[in-house]
């Protein structure tokens, strides 16, 4: 047991990432000096609430916090997928924020995963439901995860902050061996537009009335575009009033560009501490148009993903066997620049980055480090 | 003079920042020198020995996220301020991203 050399990391930046390379990469990681220097130090009730998903997904692996939380010790073990897993995601953080790692380790199992999530589906902070739904996952099938059944995502109820009771059914298939390096550079051009826009235990009216300002602003530049109305009340309605939209730009080439905004009335939690007065509620028309402004920033940024799916669309480059993969993205973000080195730290992976001057994008080229899908059961 | 300014302009938009830099750092000899500097500092913040926790936290807030070990764990990357999409020279600079633009000017 002591033998085992530990990678040592500080701090609980990109927490997500670094368990999910580590997983994959068998490297087992101390990580330490968790907001040491903070005020209420240690682990976050959502972190510890992914580890212990991790260890319901996974066989004999092992973690460890110390009492303050500063210090976690985790070392992988073998994912094993199955059926009928439920996960309580808690109310600090929504269910977006399990969903990215679950969807990279749920490839990598022995077994297709099958698993209940429940807690808040949509909220402005990680990308909701909708999202995932509608593009996360169709990312993934560019590099080579079985089409069809087995990759899928039902949003059973809805949930917004602050008291969530939204529940999700997702299932991810495994990869027979290894994923396929994808040549994904051209972006194409907008086709359609099309949009959920949900709200939960208000009238039905104000859906309306965002997808009414959204279009407004896509009438100038595009006449195809459809935004679906998904009004929950009661059981399916979770336990706040709240609402929100999630728009994607699908592309000639069959890219998708997504972004999302929701609205409900969070209780001041502790990021919001500073802040004395509540913050203020978006109206209906203003946020359908904030979406809608936000999906064109995207589009004019250019590239395959937008800025949101920049560190999903690297590991999964990486991630690839001994290939060349080639992918366009817009500006790189800085949770994208920190994927980039997360991947070189724990897989050895250098991407090779050029901008391309003319049309403002990045073009970035790797080969991929060959990870195979060792917890399959070979027969 | 006036006629250099397009010229000033397009030098700077084609220079292009080596981004493989920026995201993987410095090659290994400049490394070295910046990590004795660390340690340089360290010395001097001898004097201040104790502080107080809150204090350290708001230094962590003006640092860019990059440096904060204990930055938030999140993949979207929230714009301050959106651009008024109502705006009509703003409208034609992205219409050729679209399938109702120009197609010769969006096939680069």
């Not at chain 2, 700077?12 to 410095?26: E, F, I, K, P, T």
């Not at chain 2, 440096?67 to 034609?92: G, M, Q, T, V, Y």
Request: aromatic fraction near 6%; charged fraction near 25%.
């Amino acid at each position: 047991m002591g033998k085992v050399a530990y990678k040592k990391l500080k701090g609980s930046k990109n927490l997500r990432q670094r368990l999910v390379l580590a997983t994959l990469a068998g490297t087992p990681v101390v990580v330490e000096e968790i907001r040491s220097e903070e005020t209420s130090p240690g682990l976050r009730p959502y972190e510890v609430s992914l580890l212990r998903l991790l260890e319901s997904i996974s066989d004999d692996c092992l973690v460890e916090i110390n009492e303050t939380g500063t210090k976690l010790r985790y070392k992988p073990g073998v994912l094993m997928g199955g059926k009928r897993h439920i996960h309580d995601c808690g109310l600090s953080r929504s269910i977006g924020y399990f969903l990215e790692p679950l969807i990279i380790l749920g490839l990598f199992g022995k077994k297709p995963l099958t698993i209940r999530l429940k807690g808040i589906t949509n909220d402005s902070k990680d990308p909701s439901v909708d999202t995932f739904r509608t593009t996360t996952l169709h990312i993934l099938k560019r590099f080579g995860v079985p089409i069809g059944d087995g990759l899928d995502l039902k949003i059973e109820r809805r949930g917004a902050p602050p008291l969530g009771g939204g529940e999700i059914l997702l299932q991810i298939p495994i990869v027979p061996n290894t994923l396929s390096a994808a040549h994904w550079i051209d972006e194409g051009m907008v086709k359609r537009i099309r949009g959920i826009a949900f709200s939960t235990k208000i009238s039905p009216q104000i859906v309306n009335r965002v997808i009414y300002a959204a279009r407004g602003i896509f009438n100038s530049f595009i006449p195809d575009v459809h935004i679906f109305s998904d009004h929950r009340t009661n059981a399916t309605g979770g336990g706040s009033p709240g609402y929100g939209i999630s728009l994607v730009a699908e592309t000639t080439t069959g890219c998708l560009i997504s972004a999302d905004v929701a609205v409900s009335d969070r209780k001041a939690d502790e990021m919001e501490e500073e802040m004395d007065e509540k913050p203020k509620l978006t109206p209906p028309e203003e946020l359908g148009e904030q979406a809608a402004s936000m999906l064109l920033e995207e589009i004019e940024q250019g590239g395959v993903v937008d800025s949101t799916h920049q560190g999903l669309l690297f590991i999964l480059c990486a991630l690839c066997p001994p290939d060349v993969s080639k992918v366009r993205v817009g500006k790189l973000t800085p949770y994208g620049i920190e994927t980039l080195r997360n991947i070189r730290d724990f897989l050895g992976v250098t991407f090779d980055i050029k901008p391309d001057p003319n049309s403002g994008t990045v073009l970035l080229k790797c080969v991929g480090s060959g990870i195979k899908n060792l917890s399959r059961k070979i027969s | 003079s006036k006629w250099k300014e397009s010229l000033i302009a397009r030098t700077l938009a084609r220079r292009s920042v080596n981004l493989m830099q920026l995201v993987y750092g410095q090659p290994v000899s400049n490394q070295a020198s910046a990590v004795s500097d660390s340690s340089e500092s360290e010395q001097s913040d001898d004097e201040d020995f104790f502080k107080p926790k809150g204090q350290a936290n708001k230094g962590i807030d003006d640092k860019s996220s990059f440096d904060d070990i204990n930055a938030e764990d999140c993949s979207k990357f929230p714009k301050s301020d959106l651009k008024d999409w109502h705006a009509r020279d703003l409208i034609e600079s992205i219409k050729d991203r679209f399938v109702t633009g120009d197609w010769s000017k969006a096939a680069k």
